[in-house]
């Protein structure tokens, strides 16, 4: 039973460009949620989607969009890239509107701005 | 606006001794509450939850937690670390009834531990 996988692993950009990161949630999930872990911080919530809608959002601008796929699986988009969005981006799935789930994480995407 | 605590960045301890991470929250209501657990290059790893019901949690890998209402807290617990407990430990809270596991997580800023021979 794979669990959530993320791809790539990592990433180098330089600022201004475009970047797409990848996910796949695990098997029986339905729910992709997004997550910024800045170093030495904690993840920050960016986005979820579910039945292949944006259902909540975090505090994040509109340069970072996201899809989500009949299969369930997800892209996280990111414009205009800044030297602060360097960080790991960490991809989520849970089983949507079931209580009492835990959200099972990936390895998550380093991204790198230069 | 609710907020999570880990009040230790950085603990460091012997192995087979007793570790205690600490966890407050500030929101008004009972929220779920989480640990989480995150080994160098890696996502996260569920170590325990709280939902409802018993207020002492057991969770993988020998943890549990404790649930104070009136601390608004949730320490985590080990009674003998292992070396391989080396890793950073994240508190998250979710506020209740938030439907579902449809729930966006409020972390700390975590707590890595370093474990000693």
């Known amino acids: 039973d794979a669990g959530v996988t993320q791809s790539p692993t990592h990433l180098i950009k330089t600022r201004g460009q475009q970047v797409t990161l990848r996910c796949s949630p695990k098997s029986g999930h339905d729910t992709v949620s997004w997550y910024q872990q800045a170093l030495g911080q904690g993840p920050q919530f960016i986005f979820q989607y579910y039945e292949e809608e944006e259902r909540q959002r975090g505090n994040f601008p509109d340069r970072f969009s996201g899809h989500q796929f009949p299969n369930y699986s997800s892209e996280l988009n990111v414009n205009a890239l800044l030297l602060g969005d360097s960080a790991l981006y960490l991809c989520?799935?849970?089983?949507?509107?079931?209580?009492?789930?835990?959200?099972?994480f990936g390895d998550g995407t380093r991204l790198s701005i230069l | 606006a609710q907020s999570v605590t880990q009040p230790d960045i950085h603990i460091t301890v012997s192995e087979g001794a007793s570790l205690e991470l600490r966890c407050n929250y500030s929101y008004g209501a009972t929220p779920y509450l989480f640990w989480y657990v995150q080994s160098p290059g890696q996502g996260l790893q569920l170590l325990l939850k709280y939902f409802s019901g018993d207020t002492l949690v057991q969770g993988i890998k020998g943890f549990e937690a404790e649930f104070k209402r009136s601390q608004s807290s949730f320490n985590l617990r080990k009674p003998s670390v292992h070396w391989s407990d080396a890793a950073e430990y994240f508190c998250?809270?979710?506020?209740?009834?938030?439907?579902?596991?449809?729930?966006?997580?409020?972390f700390g800023k975590g707590t890595l531990l370093t474990v000693n021979p």
């Open positions: 989520a799935s849970s089983l949507g509107w079931v209580d009492n789930q835990p959200q099972h």
């Open positions: 998250a809270v979710v506020p209740e009834n938030s439907g579902g596991s449809n729930y966006k997580l409020t």
